[in-house]
Structure formats: structure tokens, C-alpha cells
């Protein structure tokens, strides 16, 4: 799992937090976890204390691929609007993430399915570079590099297996407005799958035999949208991972195992509520989304 | 079928068309008569032709209830914005429309399954008056309606069974911003089923036990959405109508045949696709949407 590791600042309409455990990596990496094993590529400054080490490695995340550089972790700060969707970032200090460099333990080369967390093209490169040809990689990107590094993010796309984005990159990046038009031209790329998140409305799929859609999970409450789509790619890679192939139906179970965390995810601040959660909670609600979409065939 | 008979302008970002047959009757009536004969509860004027008349009757729609008054039919004029999302409305001649006050044939009365299309609540009330119980009666109402005559449509709510709304009408009835918090206030008010139209992301659906979701069709390309929602209202009650029980798994499937309606009404302009649709094509697109959604059981 590539991506950063941040320390966030955090306000919603109803709640405050400072100084929390974040960035795309952290999301991903503990959603990936309730599948199994992963491990961390990421950096963070002399200020990352043990303590949140040990969240990690507690839930099996190996982080010898984890840097730690001098000078501070990478902090973000963010504000959302009353409606949860629309969100303004107070401030981005960069931190040890501007000078990022990954070197890859060489405990890490035979990873077979990776996540490239939304950083850097070249970042996302770099590491790809240092892998023994991994079976599937998965990756998530943002308008801010497709803006201003669009010939790495398809550099990135050429090499990827799956690619997971929301309705604004997709458009961003097939230069059409129509979401189904969009996936078929991100396919058309060489992917084999595209996966689009349309967040309170849930994902769409497309491989090159089908589509599938999924609902998001009917919260009546959301406390942090924070993280979702990282959670979200974490658990459908760690998903993917245990399953070992990327057969339709697999892809499909995973975009749901993905909304599932997600859903979970923005349920409480910050990284708190996948922290606390059982894997017979994830159970369970897999369960009620395949419930909330099952029709039973009937004569016609 | 209660609702507006009318002859719509309409433009498209690349289509424009005048004078054509429209309104939330035609619409419902039309993609109902898949389903099974359906009664007809409008207005039109001396203009309107026995070529228009057909139309209707060639399909099985009894035009008994339909009033002839003097003057012309209600005209309505539209144009779609480059999104297809915003529609601007370019005029509105109500004329006989305005004075409409329904008056049943007594061949009416036993009508056991009722769409109450979106227009003046009073009229909506005056044809429940005349109905000897209906088993199930559908709502479909505007923000237009919940602005100006709020109480009355809370009495015609009262009275119903199932209500079809768009997102902006559930926050306006239930007086919440979340969807799913929206539709349980809705059921509260004492329905059997609240089904939220989504528009490019399909529909919610939420009974006394359960939710369900679908996607829409991923359409490439829309030609006019006019009367999409009216296709799919028709369409949900003529299946309902022909199934006979208001069961979970009915509506599941109710919301899917409206939602394969709403998909065809939206590929042509006007009537048009909804008039040269034939039975295998509706069969062949509803099998579509389930297997959009199907997730094999697997060991989890």
C-alpha cells in the first residue's frame, strides 16, 4: 500500500479534531488488513511516535517499507461543508512527504498486489519500477496531478491493472461527461477494470464483459467522510489479494468488501471507527449490501 | 392513470422537436400498457385528433375517462441544459388544463391499483373521492405542488400506499438533507413503500423491512429525459397491478420494470422509443439490470 501517512486536522459541521492519525496509506492499509497481511510504503518525519507504529503492526501491517526521514510528518488540515460533500483544505504542509523517495526493502519485491495510494505519478512510478512484475495493481489518482502531471498519470494507467476513481477524475481523464462513456474509455486504456466511486450513491464497475453497480450503505448519520475512498481501495485490494484472482465475480465482491469499509470509515473520525471494528461486523454488513440489491428471479 | 395529456416543445443540446405528444399521462399510460389494459384520467382539448386518440387505445388504454373540453390541450415548452440535469422551462399554457375537475366514468370506480401523476394535489384528491378503495394507490408529486399546497399534498400522502419522489422532493416532504433519513420520515407518514428516483444513479426503494437499491441503465447517450420519471411510475404500477400483491419482492421488482422504462423513455425523443418498444425488449433489459447486480454467493 503506497500512499501517505498524515496527521490531520478535521471539522465537520457538528465536531472538531486535531492532530488525528491520517493520510491515504493509513486509511488503506487498515481497511486492507481485515483480509490479511499487507505492507506499508510510506514516510514519515522524527515526530511519528511508537505508539501510532504500533497501530499498525498490531493489525499485521509491516511497515519496513514505512521511512522515517528528519523533520515532521506530513499535516493536512480540512473543513467540510454542511452537506459532507463539499470540502475545503485549510492547509497542506508537505512536511518529509515533499522530498518522498521511495526505496523498496527488498522484503517488499515479490508483492503481487498493490495499491498506489493518491501521491505522486512519479512517486506511483517509482515504485512500480522497484517491483518484480506484481500481478495486479491497483490505483487511485486526483485532479490535482491529472492537472498538472497528466502524461505520468497515464504513464501510471498504462502499467495498472484496475483503477479506482471518482466521477470528476473519471471525467478528468476520458474527457467525456457521461459516466458509463467515461469507464469504457478508461477500459479502452488497457485496464481491466474500472471502478468509479460515486460516494452516498456507491460504485459502478466495468470490466470488459459486464457492468455492476452497488449502492452505498443508507447511513443515516456520517460523522467523517475522510478516508473513504482510501478505506474503500484498501479493503477491494486486500480483498483481491486473499482471493488471489481477478475473475468478474471477485472484482465484483470486492467493490462490495470496499464499500463496506467505507461505509464503515466515515462513520466515526478519522481512522477510529475501522480501528474498532470486528470482522463479523464486516461480515454483516457484506451480507445486508448483497440483501439491499437482491431481486429473486421470477416468471418473466 | 391520472394526469396531464399535454403537447410539448423540446430542446435538446442537439435535438430540438415541436408540437409533440407529452404530459405525465401519456408517459405513465404508455409504458404501463406494457403491463397489461390501464384507464386513462386527463384532459385535452378540441385540437387534440383521433390519430392521438389511437395511439392510446391501439394499446390497450381506455379512454373513457379522458375529458374533451373546449379549447386547446395544455402546451408545455422545455430545454435541457449541456448536462441533461437542468431543464429550463420555456412556457407553460395551461388552457384546459386549468379548469380541469375530473369526473370518473362509473366503469372507473373498481380501478384497484392508482397513479396519481404529479399535478394539483385538490385534483389528486377528487379522483380518490370518486374510487371505491383502491388496493394501492401511487403518489407522484413536484416541488412545485409542496411549495404551494403543502397540505393537501400531506392528505393525498395520507391516503396512498407507495410514493415516487426525486431526491429535492424527499428533503422538501421529510424536511431532511439525507436520503435514507428522508425515506424512513417518509414511511413514517404512514406509506407501504418510498421509492426516491435517482436519476443517473437509479433508485432507493424502502419498505417496512427493508431497503433496496438500483442502478440506472448506463446509458451512452440520452436523448430526452422528458417524462422519465412518469415512464417509470407507469411502468412500476402496471407490474404491480399485474402481479396483484404489494409484496417486498414485487416492489423490488416493480422499481426495476420502471427503471427499464425510465431507461427506453430517456433513448428517444418524446414517446417516441416507449411507442416501438416491444415486450422482449423490456424482458431483455430488466434481465440486464439484475445481472448489473448480482453478486454470487461466496464463503464469506
Request: aromatic content about 10%; glycine content about 10%; charged content about 25%.
Amino acid at each position: 500500500m503506497l500512499g501517505s501517512i498524515g496527521i490531520d486536522d478535521i471539522e465537520t459541521p457538528f465536531e472538531k479534531a486535531e492532530g488525528i492519525l491520517g493520510g491515504s496509506a493509513s486509511y488503506a492499509a487498515v481497511a486492507g488488513s481485515f483480509f490479511g497481511p499487507n505492507r506499508m510504503v510510506s514516510i514519515v518525519g522524527e515526530d511519528f511516535t511508537d505508539d501510532q507504529r504500533r497501530l499498525f503492526t498490531s493489525r499485521g501491517i509491516d511497515l519496513d517499507g514505512l521511512e522515517t526521514a528528519p523533520g515532521k510528518t506530513f499535516r493536512w488540515g480540512g473543513r467540510y461543508a454542511m452537506n459532507f460533500d463539499d470540502r475545503e483544505t485549510t492547509f497542506t504542509d508537505l512536511n518529509v512527504l515533499a522530498e518522498f523517495d521511495p526505496k523498496l526493502p527488498a522484503s517488499y519485491r515479490d508483492s503481487r498486489f498493490v495499491v498506489l495510494g493518491n501521491t505522486d505519478p512519479a512517486v506511483q512510478l517509482k515504485v512500480l519500477d522497484q517491483l518484480d512484475g506484481p500481478e495486479v495493481v491497483v490505483v487511485d489518482t486526483m485532479n490535482f496531478w491529472l492537472d498538472s502531471q497528466r502524461d505520468l498519470v497515464d504513464e501510471v494507467l498504462a502499467r495498472a491493472n484496475v483503477v479506482v476513481v471518482n466521477e470528476e477524475e473519471a471525467r478528468m481523464i476520458s474527457g467525456h461527461h457521461s459516466i458509463p462513456r467515461s469507464a469504457l474509455e478508461m477500459l479502452d486504456m488497457g485496464l481491466e477494470a474500472v471502478i468509479i466511486k460515486r460516494g452516498a450513491y456507491g460504485a459502478t464497475l466495468r470490466t470488459a464483459g459486464e457492468w455492476f453497480f452497488t449502492s452505498a450503505y443508507p447511513l443515516l448519520e456520517m460523522r467523517d467522510p475522510t478516508g473513504a475512498g482510501d478505506s474503500f481501495a484498501g479493503a477491494l485490494t486486500g480483498y483481491l489479494a486473499r482471493e488471489g484472482e481477478l475473475t468478474d465475480q471477485n472484482l465484483r465482491r470486492a467493490v462490495v468488501h470496499g464499500s463496506v469499509a467505507a461505509s464503515f470509515s466515515v462513520e466515526g473520525f478519522g481512522l477510529e471507527s475501522l480501528l474498532n471494528l470486528t470482522e463479523q461486523q464486516m461480515k454483516d454488513r457484506y451480507a445486508e449490501f448483497l440483501r439491499f440489491s437482491r431481486v429473486e428471479l421470477d416468471i418473466d
